[in-house]
């Protein structure tokens, strides 16, 4: 399945706004300039809400196979792939008999194969994260000249999550945490840390936060305030906070985590307990005691994240990408055995193997508004001077389309509305700044307030707006005098 995501998915959807059209123009940011510590969206606008791993992963793949969104969207099918083979290992640890359905369950749930397709942070920090707990759940259980080196792949993993997405790459640490002190008490906490592991962690975690609070000792309140206590304890981000954002969040993450396969056991369930009654099969009281155990680690794995994420007041459903993986491994302790090697088991997977790829392809082509691929179309449609696409894209107000230079190989900015005021010099001087160059710029309004103060700004100034055209809310100028 992540070769057929690759095949069918990555080349077959423009880049989307705003989170594949964010990334992706951070990365060419990085190739223009050079500076691959210091993340900007142009190079006016600084961008360090995450650390850099996913944006260099994305540069150093464009910069190899060109603009290609396949390239884009590459790092992410890797990391689907690391993932796949991750839960397979760690199916041979939890589901010895049958390790194979561990990513065969994975790889054909809706939730993971379609967070592979969208550029974020999320698929790569589930790769890590899962490599985190597997080498510290091996370490578990390993000879004691074994266990060193699976509690550095342990911390290796989660040192990279950090990297990825800081602090919310250790919540399946903590479940793991909880999980070794209710069951070991403090030797079992104590047996997932050593000083060369730590220091393995630290200098993989926290070296890029060293080097640009270095640089810059404000980053150190925005990464505690805005990045950490106002992500949870703030709607500031306005992304589904309250009992209505928990509501659209876990809603979908239930229904489509696993599905169908969750579903699948759920109706097992039923048919079980509404059947004739079972005779119960005797299990060895050690191998009981193991399988409580196991499930109990899944659930600490599990739920931990599920209740931070409950409890935050940002919240988006790829947000819970991660918690796929103890959910699959649930799901596939708890399938009946051999339901998938029957002849209707066979018919079921082909089928929705089907569905599943035929859903994604309908995704994939559908048209939207937030498509930048068609945006960018548009604009090379346009009638425009001498026929070439201009350096510079203005947009007045509204967040601009950051995709956009991905596939015009021209720069995007932002005009505040604050700008439209004399009362904010700095930002009405720039704006007098990017009119002086308006010639090499096309620019983007709405129909608010603030478009038509800026059209009548600029008819005061002298210029002569040229509308050119329209994609959706906006209207599409050029500038003349």
């Given at each position: 399945?992540?070769?057929?995501t690759?095949?069918?998915?990555?080349?077959?959807?423009?880049?989307w706004?705003?989170?594949?059209?964010?990334?992706?123009?951070?990365?060419?940011?990085?190739?223009?300039?050079?500076?691959?510590?210091?993340?900007h969206?142009?190079?006016?606008?600084?961008?360090?809400?995450?650390?850099?791993?996913?944006?260099?992963?994305?540069?150093?793949?464009?910069?190899?196979?060109?603009?290609?969104?396949?390239?884009?969207?590459?790092?992410?099918?890797?990391?689907?792939?690391?993932?796949?083979?991750?839960?397979?290992?760690?199916?041979?640890?939890?589901?010895?008999?049958n390790?194979?359905?561990?990513?065969?369950?994975?790889?054909?749930?809706?939730l993971?194969?379609?967070?592979?397709?969208?550029?974020?942070?999320?698929?790569?920090?589930?790769?890590?994260?899962?490599?985190?707990?597997?080498?510290?759940?091996?370490?578990m259980?390993?000879?004691?000249?074994?266990?060193?080196l699976?509690?550095?792949?342990?911390?290796?993993?989660?040192?990279?999550?950090?990297?990825?997405?800081?602090?919310?790459?250790?919540?399946?640490?903590?479940?793991?945490?909880?999980?070794?002190?209710?069951?070991?008490?403090?030797?079992?906490?104590?047996?997932?840390?050593?000083?060369?592991?730590?220091?393995?962690?630290?200098?993989?975690?926290?070296?890029?936060?060293?080097?640009?609070?270095?640089?810059?000792?404000?980053?150190?309140?925005?990464?505690?305030?805005?990045?950490?206590?106002?992500?949870?304890?703030?709607?500031?981000?306005?992304?589904?906070?309250?009992?209505?954002?928990?509501?659209?969040?876990?809603?979908?993450?239930?229904?489509?985590?696993?599905?169908?396969?969750?579903?699948?056991?759920?109706?097992q369930?039923?048919?079980?307990?509404?059947?004739?009654?079972?005779?119960?099969?005797?299990?060895?009281?050690?191998?009981?005691?193991?399988?409580?155990?196991?499930?109990?680690?899944?659930?600490?794995?599990?739920?931990?994240?599920?209740?931070?994420?409950?409890?935050?007041?940002?919240?988006?459903?790829?947000?819970?990408?991660?918690?796929?993986?103890?959910?699959?491994?649930?799901?596939?302790?708890?399938?009946?055995?051999?339901?998938?090697?029957?002849?209707?088991?066979?018919?079921?997977l082909?089928?929705?193997?089907?569905?599943?790829?035929?859903?994604?392809?309908?995704?994939?082509?559908?048209?939207?508004?937030?498509?930048?691929?068609?945006?960018?179309?548009?604009?090379?449609?346009?009638?425009?001077?001498?026929?070439?696409?201009?350096?510079?894209?203005?947009?007045?107000?509204?967040?601009?389309?950051?995709?956009?230079?991905?596939?015009?190989?021209t720069?995007?900015?932002?005009?505040?509305?604050?700008?439209?005021?004399?009362?904010?010099?700095?930002a009405?001087?720039?704006?007098?700044?990017?009119?002086?160059?308006?010639?090499?710029?096309?620019?983007?309004?709405?129909?608010?307030?603030?478009?038509?103060?800026?059209?009548?700004?600029?008819?005061?100034?002298?210029?002569?707006?040229?509308?050119?055209?329209?994609?959706?809310?906006?209207?599409?100028y050029q500038?003349?005098?």
């Amino acid at each position: 399945m992540g070769f057929i995501t690759l095949l069918v998915l990555q080349n077959q959807r423009g880049l989307w706004e705003t989170d594949e059209g964010r990334y992706t123009a951070v990365a060419l940011q990085m190739l223009d300039s050079g500076d691959y510590l210091h993340p900007h969206l142009d190079q006016d606008t600084p961008h360090f809400s995450k650390p850099p791993l996913t944006y260099w992963a994305i540069a150093a793949s464009v910069a190899v196979f060109g603009r290609q969104e396949w390239a884009a969207r590459l790092p992410n099918t890797l990391a689907f792939i690391l993932t796949l083979f991750l839960v397979y290992q760690l199916g041979k640890r939890f589901l010895p008999d049958n390790p194979w359905l561990v990513p065969l369950l994975y790889g054909t749930s809706v939730l993971p194969v379609g967070g592979a397709s969208v550029i974020t942070t999320d698929t790569i920090l589930t790769s890590w994260e899962t490599l985190g707990m597997y080498g510290l759940i091996m370490a578990m259980d390993a000879l004691p000249g074994q266990r060193r080196l699976w509690r550095y792949l342990g911390w290796l993993g989660f040192g990279l999550a950090f990297f990825t997405k800081g602090p919310p790459g250790l919540l399946p640490l903590i479940g793991l945490l909880i999980f070794s002190l209710w069951n070991g008490g403090l030797r079992g906490f104590r047996q997932h840390f050593s000083w060369g592991s730590m220091l393995l962690f630290l200098m993989i975690s926290l070296s890029w936060f060293v080097a640009v609070i270095a640089g810059n000792p404000d980053l150190l309140h925005y990464f505690f305030a805005d990045e950490l206590v106002n992500r949870v304890a703030s709607n500031k981000f306005h992304r589904n906070p309250g009992w209505l954002g928990l509501y659209r969040v876990f809603l979908p993450a239930i229904v489509l985590g696993c599905f169908p396969w969750a579903w699948l056991v759920v109706g097992q369930r039923i048919t079980r307990l509404i059947g004739k009654p079972r005779r119960n099969i005797a299990v060895d009281a050690p191998i009981n005691d193991r399988l409580q155990r196991d499930n109990r680690l899944l659930l600490c794995w599990l739920l931990v994240p599920l209740v931070v994420f409950a409890m935050a007041q940002s919240r988006l459903l790829l947000y819970l990408l991660p918690s796929s993986v103890p959910a699959t491994l649930l799901v596939a302790r708890s399938l009946r055995p051999g339901t998938l090697q029957t002849k209707a088991g066979k018919i079921l997977l082909g089928l929705w193997l089907m569905v599943l790829v035929a859903g994604l392809l309908v995704v994939a082509n559908r048209v939207s508004e937030r498509d930048d691929r068609l945006f960018a179309s548009k604009i090379m449609a346009l009638p425009l001077q001498d026929g070439k696409i201009p350096r510079q894209l203005v947009f007045i107000e509204y967040p601009p389309s950051r995709g956009l230079p991905f596939y015009l190989q021209t720069k995007v900015l932002s005009v505040p509305v604050e700008a439209l005021s004399k009362n904010q010099p700095r930002a009405y001087a720039r704006l007098l700044h990017l009119l002086k160059n308006s010639s090499s710029s096309l620019w983007f309004t709405t129909d608010s307030l603030a478009g038509w103060a800026f059209l009548q700004m600029v008819v005061d100034l002298g210029y002569q707006p040229s509308k050119l055209g329209s994609y959706y809310r906006f209207s599409i100028y050029q500038l003349k005098r």
